[in-house]
């Protein structure tokens, strides 16, 4: 079944109780979905940055415990917020990865003892869906749009035609952006979360001082590669005496990063206009984004970031795309772009099997990342991007 914009699909409401828990934040949020696009009702998120800090990193077993801990309280303190009885749910939407699979578990768990309880539907999700359609929090964008998914674990572009309908057009071949960003801060001894610490820390810096390197300029298509830089960059942190060279080696840093993205999505909008000649450029003026017109979405932690978000958003300008972002509430991990993405299928009718799996790797286009693996080891766990 090919998805269509909901925009055609009649004056039908959903409201949805999304549930995430595929790294460290326990999450429930309660969205509507109407006609008029999503409104977030109530959106709960308890974080595990405490917790993880002392390792510099997240331990999956601390999470899931965390998970097992702070589920049924964050549910709860979400549906209270919501103002809603449990009996004007409309279905429940849980992360099924990929993520740590521990803590995918346990909210997937609890969506299923949710819907059982209730009588509701069950809608397993992807959590780089969820992402995908964030920007949809924040305003009404059509299908279809060109797509920069951008976080800790994932760094992809697709062309997104509809919910479940979606081709990768590049991915990373090693590392992420977010987990370059991290990585690179916990070498300059910043802490954890890295990437936030870092941006501020780049805010007094001056990145001409460094020369880093840029990855897959030979290549032709619209992969990623940050471990070079990640690599880099981590031992010029260990040469920097004084604060202002560590300032100046994070604003490098960010810079490069910044200038990757900019590069291969680049190429990934010039694919994407030679096979769809019949967009028209986003005209701002008219409102709201429509279907046919030239739209570029950012997602994920790093969208965060305002550096990434002020070069994309000159990127798009100059090839007559409509930048579209989520609210920065909605940009790291949350449940309000789960229960949204849950919405959007249940309104198809896509439901799913109180025997739905957790998955630690889950693929937005499975058949590509299939057949044309970038990691041609893909071991048990299936393919990864």
């Known amino acids: 079944m090919r998805p269509v914009n909901r925009q055609n699909d009649g004056d039908q409401v959903l409201t949805v109780l999304g549930l995430e828990t595929s790294c460290d934040e326990t999450a429930a949020s309660v969205v509507r979905l109407g006609p008029d696009g999503a409104t977030v009702l109530s959106s709960v998120i308890y974080s595990q940055i405490d917790e993880h800090a002392a390792y510099g990193g997240v331990v999956p077993e601390i999470a899931a415990r965390s998970h097992v801990e702070m589920i049924d309280t964050v549910t709860r303190q979400a549906m209270e917020q919501s103002g809603l009885d449990w009996s004007e749910l409309s279905g429940v939407a849980a992360t099924a990865g990929p993520g740590l699979v521990g803590g995918v578990m346990v909210g997937l768990s609890y969506g299923k003892a949710v819907a059982l309880a209730r009588d509701l539907p069950l809608v397993a999700i992807n959590h780089l869906e969820g992402h995908a ?48 960003f991290d990585k690179i801060a916990k070498a300059m001894g910043l ?15 001056d990145g001409s001082r460094y020369e880093l390197p840029r990855a897959l300029l030979g290549r032709k ?17 260990q040469t920097c005496e004084t604060e202002q060279d560590r300032a100046d080696l994070a604003d490098a840093v960010q810079k490069a990063i910044a200038r990757q993205l900019m590069e291969r999505t680049e190429r990934a909008m010039k694919a994407y206009l030679e096979s769809h000649p019949e967009l028209v450029a986003y005209d701002a003026a008219a409102g709201a984004a429509k279907s046919g017109q030239r739209l570029f979405v950012v997602a994920g932690g790093v969208a965060a970031n305002k550096t990434v978000r002020a070069t994309l958003q000159k990127l798009a300008t100059k090839y007559g795309f409509g930048f579209f972002a989520p609210p920065m509430a909605y940009c790291t991990d949350n449940a309000a772009m789960i229960a949204l ?10 439901v799913s099997d109180l025997d739905a799996v957790a998955r630690p790797r889950w693929p937005l286009d499975e058949a590509r990342a299939t057949g044309d693996p970038v990691h041609k080891k893909q071991g048990r766990k299936g393919a990864k991007a």
């Open 341 to 350: 993405a849950g919405a959007e299928r249940l309104e198809k009718g896509w």
């Open 221 to 237: 298509d619209c992969d990623f590669s940050f471990s070079g830089l990640k690599t880099a960059a981590s031992r010029l942190a």
């Open 191 to 205: 802490g954890y979360p890295g990437g936030p610490a870092l941006e501020k820390l780049a805010a007094s810096g």
């Open 133 to 180: 359609v964030s920007a949809r929090l924040g305003a009404e964008t059509a299908y279809p749009f060109l797509l920069l998914l951008v976080s800790g674990g994932h760094c992809q572009l697709l062309e997104v035609r509809g919910i479940g309908d979606m081709s990768r057009l590049g991915t990373t071949i090693d590392d992420a952006a977010g987990e370059a």
